[in-house]
Structures are given as structure tokens and as C-alpha cells.
């Protein structure tokens, strides 16, 4: 493929290894708040019986309230003003709630109703998808402004998504660990799971708000929303701005594709590997839980150590052709990989699955790198066309669209095993109908909603010589970014 002329990232856009190592850090805690929830809610269905529907019901409702509190809280992010930034108070804060919940809403007493499981975590869900959402959403914002680079922002999202990328060698074996001998039931080992889940998101969450530096871009005539109290416009004033805002980001063509693109790839494989660990019980292990756990956790294991090699890789690959186009090829060799695990799911030869992992890696290892750093470019694009700086409310909505599809993959993931009748009750066994449309569902999902993506992707228009142009014509409007200046520590 032709290599195309770039540009070279000046010494004063390159991000600081302190600054990069403490974002990647909370890119670890981002992804395993992302992970953990969904590969241990396997364990109210498995564990306490429930009805794969109300287990899919507590995977959705929650997103209703994320609707309006994603770009809500990216909105006042965007226009807060403290001491210490716009993000980092929030960071702070968001980690240390998000920890404490999710800690405590596994502490299920034994011997209760399935009515009174369902509420309890159903509540307890939408209180933890809040405090993660006080977090996540300055944390993503951070990310997009901490360099005006374009190819900087990409490996600022390589490096982080590298380290975060750690959650997700973990999260696989959270099955394997709940369902072994040190606990008494996988429901027990639930509870203890979630304790140490909950104190290493606390710990290690406050890294970006206590380390980084904020880059903050002074637009005259925004609002600001100082010390948490709304100013200048006033409540109303702030309420039309954000609907406002809304509107505008759902409208911008580029963002559009950005988000419809990440939808279909991330929440397409979530969809997907939802019947994995069902496969694998039934189809391959014939109900032997252990075994299942262990083939299970490698294939999880393998495909995130497969990962660490290709973001790097499609960081370096993306400064030489583009971005758009090593997204292309990413997630085309993504659609190999799906299609290998059809012949890899064989009772007899159970670890032929894992001859798919790397080509699986290609399409969760490049997405983020990529998407991160593309957003990052079309805010640039957006305050070009509105005079705004809104990160929080970009990245807020983007980030909406990714848990919206984790919703609905939870949701989908129950009404399709109920479809395919799949029945608890057979310890051992399922039909062969029931086991043929788990594997169709596996497989087919990510095949077909990835191959769509793809074609929406080779209509981005913002090119490298694109973003270059908008930056020199953002700086000649208002200037260069300026450092946070005052206290560089977050004070507690």
C-alpha cells in the first residue's frame, strides 16, 4: 500500500511518560469497571437461577438512566472550572464511588427470592453505572484534549489502551476463579470476587486526577459552571446549551460514522462472545464447568495478550497509511478470526479455538486505538464549525453508544438463549438445536455487523493533511492550548 507524507509531532504536542503512564492506568481501571460487571452477572443466572430475561433486563435498564447522565456529565465537565481543572475532581470522586458500589452490590444474602434479587441488583446496578459514569466520562474527555497532535492523540490511545488492556488478560478467568474450590459456590466467590474488583478500582482510579495536567482551550464567550455552581446563563440558560450541544454532536456527520462504526464492532463481538462461555460448557465440555473455565479463560487470556501486540502495531501502521485505512484492514482480518472459531468449537479438539485468538485481536485491539484518537480530530472539527470546545459531551455520547449496545447485547443475550431454548436445568446437556443456534449467534453476529461497519468507515473524511488544516485554522482563531496553571497535584 502507498505510504502517504505525514507530519512530524513537535516536541512541546508530545505527552510526558508520567502523563501517559498515569492516564493508562486509569485506562485499566476504565476497562475493568467496562469488563467486570458483564463477566460476573453470568453468575445470577448460573448461580441463583434467575431467568436469563431478568438477568438481560438488569444488563439494559440501567442505560435508560446513562441516556441523560452520560452527556449530562460531559456537559458540566466541559464547563466546570476549579482549582484543580475541569476533569480531575470528577475522576477522583467517580473512582472511589464506582469502587465502593460495585464492592458492595455482589454482597447478596443467600436464601432470597428471584423477585428480590432481581430489584436489589437491579438497583444496585443503576447506582454503580452512575458513579462509573462520574468517572469515565472526564477520563475519556482527558484523554481527547491532552494533545492537539494527531498522531500524537493516537499513541497517547495506543499507550493507554496497551495498559488497559490488562483488565481484560484478567477478566476471563473471573468464571474459572468464582466457580473454583476456594469458595464454597460461584455465588460466594462472586461476593469475594467483587471485593477485590471494587478496592483496585478505588486505588488505582485516582491516578489521572492526582498525576495528569489538564490542557485547557480558553474560548471567549462560553459559560463556565464554577465551583459547581451554574454561572452567566444560569439554569435554563445551561439546559437549552446542553440539549443544544446534543443535538449538534448526533448531527455531525463524522462523529456519526464514528460511533455507528463502534457500535456494530465492539457491541457486535460483546453480542457474540455473550454465547461463548455457553458454547463451551454444553457444546464442547459437555456441562464439565472446570474444564469450560479453563479453555474459557485462555481463550480470553491468549486474545488479550494477542491484543497487546496489535495495538501498538496499529498505532505504528496508522502514521504510515491512516487511520481510516488500517481500520479497515484491522477489522477485516477481525472477520477471519470470527469465522475460525466456527471450526475451532470441536469437542474433540477443544483447543482449536484458540487458533483464532490473534486474528480475534485484531478487531478489540485496533477499535479504540483508533476511535479514541479519531474523536479526539473531529472535536477539532466541531469547534471549527460551532466556536466550542466539547469533549465531555463528544465523548460522553460516544462512550453512551458503546454501554447502549453492552445494554442491549445483555438484553439480546437473554431473549436469544430463550429463542434458542436453552433451559438451566439441563446440568449437562442441551438439545442439538439449542447448541447449533448458539454457535450461529457466536459467530454470525460480530461476521455480519463488523463487515458493516467496515463500509461505513471508508466514507470518514477527515484525513491527516484535513486535521492539520483545522488545527492551523483553530490556532490562528484562539490561540494554542495552555497548560493548567496553579495547583498540578489534585489536593485532598
Known sequence: MRQIE??????????????????????????????????????????????????GIIGFAPRIFDALSDPMMGYISDHTMTRWGRRRPYIFAG????????????QLPPGHSESFYFWTFLTASILYFLAYTIYATPFVAFGFEMTPDYHERT??????????????LGVPWFYAIMASDLFDNT??????????????ICLLGIFPAIFCREKIVS???????????????????HTKDFLQGIGTALKCRPFAKLCSATFLVFNGYQLGASFSLYVIIYYVFLGDNEQ???????????????????????????????KRETFLITISLSLVGYAMKWIGYNPEHPYWLLASCPFVAFGTGSLFTLMGSMVADV???DELESKQRREGVFGAIYWWMVKVGMALAGLLTGIMLEISGFDVALK??????????LRIFDVGVPLISSAIAIWIISTYEITEARAYEIRAELERRRGKPDELTGEDILSV
Open 6 to 55: 505525514h507530519h512530524e509531532t513537535p516536541q512541546a504536542d508530545r505527552i510526558s511518560l508520567v502523563q501517559k503512564s498515569a492516564y493508562s492506568i486509569g485506562m485499566l481501571v476504565n476497562n475493568l469497571q467496562a469488563a467486570a460487571l458483564p463477566a460476573m452477572v453470568v453468575i445470577l443466572n448460573l448461580g441463583l437461577g434467575m431467568s436469563p430475561v431478568l438477568v
Open 95 to 106: 473512582a472511589i464511588l464506582a469502587g465502593i458500589v460495585f464492592a458492595a452490590m455482589w
Open 155 to 168: 499513541r497517547l490511545q495506543a499507550f493507554a489502551n496497551t495498559v488497559g488492556q490488562l483488565a481484560w
Open 187 to 200: 455465588v460466594h466467590g462472586a461476593r469475594v470476587l467483587a471485593l477485590w474488583v471494587g478496592g483496585a
Open 219 to 237: 474560548i471567549p464567550g462560553e459559560s463556565k459552571i464554577d465551583d459547581g455552581l451554574l454561572k452567566v446563563q444560569g439554569f435554563w440558560g
Open 292 to 322: 469450560a473455565g479453563n479453555l474459557f479463560g485462555w481463550f480470553g487470556t491468549l486474545t488479550a495478550v494477542s491484543t497487546l501486540v496489535v495495538i501498538p502495531l496499529t498505532a505504528w501502521i496508522s502514521t504510515k497509511i491512516g
Open 379 to 381: 472535536c477539532d472539527y
Open 428 to 437: 449437562e446437556s442441551q438439545s442439538g438445536g439449542t447448541l447449533l443456534l
